[in-house]
């Protein structure tokens, strides 16, 4: 019995695949995080925004969405944690600048302070305006002193022996490799997390978030392993984060992304 409705509704799922697939091609989708069109560019991507939606994450409503969970430690969180803790206590002797790029409020400070010792750590986030403003006013009011610091123009953002770049890379709005050219100077280490990742050429999708929708980069695999190369940096390590693997709704057919962390040590550091 159990074996025949295991059947019947593996059955129906598949007759309800074109209609979910409609569905998401006019983005219609229920669930935050859902992935739906296939583009060339951010650009082409980000005007296909429905009109009903906002459109990219520099809104101050979207400082609120979601950020219970970010502000907690997930599983995937520990690579960075784990490489993290070895390079702090590597220069415990003095203080260590760390520029959090795409560090929204300060979550992930907030969330490793209590495991990992930052009393030596001046941890600088770059991030759009709304978070920047919002993540100062929280310190400010949670007593947090000037280890915890927010910025809004990368040319102002101070020299970092350390690049946190979690969830960045797919929203960024240029090429990593001209982002880190732009800082002040080249980071002895890059520590990325959540980069998505997939065989064949660059996509483009759209992913909901609370009221908006803003452009999600899937990298060419082969592409950015050589850009990691060209900036000078070799992979230390590298992880498989399973769960954060994802299926554009609108184009099944273009297959899984992956998303992977890494930890990069300049090759001249």
Not at 20 to 33: I, K
């Amino acid at each position: 019995m159990r074996s025949l409705m295991h059947m019947r509704v593996g059955r129906i799922k598949k007759m309800a695949r074109p209609l979910r697939t409609a569905f998401a091609r006019l983005h219609l989708v229920p669930r935050r995080a859902q992935l739906t069109g296939a583009y060339p560019t951010r650009e082409s991507a980000l005007a296909a925004v429905p009109n009903w939606a906002l459109a990219d994450y520099n809104h101050d409503e979207m400082v609120t969405v979601a950020l219970d969970k970010m502000s907690q430690i997930i599983d995937w969180d520990y690579p960075v944690m784990f490489w993290l803790d070895r390079e702090l206590r590597a220069r415990s002797a003095g203080w260590t600048h760390l520029l959090d790029a795409g560090g929204h409020v300060g979550t992930k400070y907030r969330a490793f302070r209590p495991l990992l010792d930052l009393s030596r750590v001046k941890w600088q986030v770059y991030e759009l305006p709304p978070m920047a403003r919002a993540g100062a006013e929280m310190a400010r009011a949670d007593g947090i002193g000037p280890e915890l610091s927010f910025c809004d123009d990368l040319a102002m953002t101070e020299k970092a022996e350390i690049l946190l770049c979690s969830g960045l890379l797919q929203y960024l709005d240029i090429p990593f490799p001209d982002f880190v050219a732009r800082l002040p100077a080249p980071p002895e280490v890059i520590l990325l997390n959540k980069v998505a990742l997939r065989d064949g050429q660059t996509v483009f999708t759209l992913q909901r978030g609370g009221p908006a929708f803003f452009p999600y980069q899937i990298r060419s695999k082969e592409r950015f392993l050589s850009e990691l190369k060209t900036l000078g940096y070799d992979i230390v390590d590298s992880w498989n984060i399973q769960h954060l693997a994802h299926q554009i709704s609108s184009h099944p057919e273009l297959g899984w992304s992956e998303s992977r962390g890494f930890m990069l040590r300049r090759q001249t550091a």
